[in-house]
T-cell receptor, first 110, second 111 residues
Framework: SQELEQSPQSLIVQEGKNLTINCTSS?????LYWYKQKYGEGLIFLMM?????EEKSHEKITAKLDEKKQQSSLHITASQPSHAGIYLC??????????FGTGTSLTVIP | DTGVSQDPRHKITKRGQNVTFRCDPI?????LYWYRQTLGQGPEFLTY????????KSRLLSDRFSAERPKGSFSTLEIQRTEQGDSAMYLC?????????FGPGTRLLVL
């Protein structure tokens, strides 16, 4: 089955700093998704990457999928307290089952 | 609000009782998913529907768990004879294509 490892597990940064979260798969990814979760709430879709080398940006968040399609990174520029939460990468293996990483908890100190 | 909704948002029950959760997907989304999430972990896939057909079930879905989507719209997840280990957040998601949109979740506490 698909395994997704995220690093780091948790991150504490000063407001205004840049940060990167990584997601590594044990298998080739056919679709990689990034979600954000506020504590105790549902997941909010951020971005989906499908092609090797693909890069997408939304506001101050950029996600990339490497050429081999086994690793993705999420980069936040000039972090703000509103960026705080848990970031989850997810991927589907068969189109029917979906797997998530264990998440990266981000705290942004004002 | 046209997002995914779940009801109830919170449920406290005693061990051995049955509970049922409801999920209303985004209209026109033919795919519906159920996940379970425990503290500090990512969501774990439980089951998937395409319209009213249940196409995938995780081995996590023991015989105490049953999910239905009778008319291809809303779905219910029932847990019979609840155990303390069932305490978790139960998340529902729906999609039209690849991207899943999640509801706020139902937090279950089994005492």
């Amino acid at each position: 089955s698909q395994e997704l490892e995220q690093s780091p597990q948790s991150l504490i940064v000063q407001e205004g700093k840049n940060l990167t979260i990584n997601c590594t798969s044990s298998k080739t990814l056919y679709g990689l998704y990034w979600y954000k979760q506020k504590y105790g709430e549902g997941l909010i879709f951020l971005m989906m990457l499908q092609k090797g080398g693909e890069e997408k940006s939304h506001e101050k968040i950029t996600a990339k999928l490497d050429e081999k399609k086994q690793q993705s990174s999420l980069h936040i520029t000039a972090s703000q307290p509103s960026h705080a939460g848990i970031y989850l990468c997810g991927a589907d293996e068969t189109g029917n089952q979906f797997y998530f990483g264990t998440g990266t908890s981000l705290t942004v100190i004002p | 609000d046209t997002g995914v909704s779940q009801d109830p948002r919170h449920k406290i029950t005693k061990r051995g009782q049955n509970v049922t959760f409801r999920c209303d997907p985004i209209s026109e989304h033919n795919r519906l998913y159920w996940y379970r999430q425990t503290l500090g972990q990512g969501p774990e896939f439980l089951t998937y529907f395409q319209n009213e057909a249940q196409l995938e079930k995780s081995r996590l879905l023991s015989d105490r768990f049953s999910a239905e989507r009778p008319k291809g719209s809303f779905s219910t997840l029932e847990i019979q004879r609840t155990e303390q280990g069932d305490s978790a957040m139960y998340l529902c998601a729906s999609s039209k294509r690849e991207t899943q949109y999640f509801g706020p979740g139902t937090r279950l506490l089994v005492l």
